[in-house]
């Protein structure tokens, strides 16, 4: 009976694990399947570039600005979540603090 706690708490955390792996697995495939042609991506070493052909298990990218085209496995590229060089959208909270207007300290002349 006193080994009861110690039980449920390592089948609790093997659930949560199990719970968890699945998870990841599932967004790794959304990730994988989001891979069309067209599509700007990062490699895993850093490089950006866009897909010009999909294939079954790998995926070929054209580096820009010299058009090299570099064949990489799927699982080494991610889409960009956003443009290169475009700042994030400013928070709700930042807008209006932009928005209030400065006061000015008056000036000594």
Do not use: C, H, W
Request: charged share 25%; no cysteine; proline share 7%.
């Amino acid at each position: 009976m006193q080994y009861l706690p110690i039980i449920l708490v390592f089948a609790l955390m093997i659930g949560m694990s199990f719970f968890s792996q699945r998870k990841q697995k599932k967004q790794l495939q959304e990730r994988l399947d989001s891979l069309r042609v067209g599509v700007t991506v990062r490699t895993a070493g850093g490089f950006v570039g866009t897909i010009a052909a999909v294939m079954e298990d790998s995926v070929i990218v054209e580096l820009n600005p010299d058009k090299v085209r570099v064949e990489l496995l799927k699982g080494a590229v991610a889409p960009l979540e956003q443009p290169l060089n475009q700042p994030e959208e400013a928070l709700p909270e930042e807008e209006a603090a932009e928005e209030a207007p400065a006061q000015e300290e008056p000036t000594e002349e």
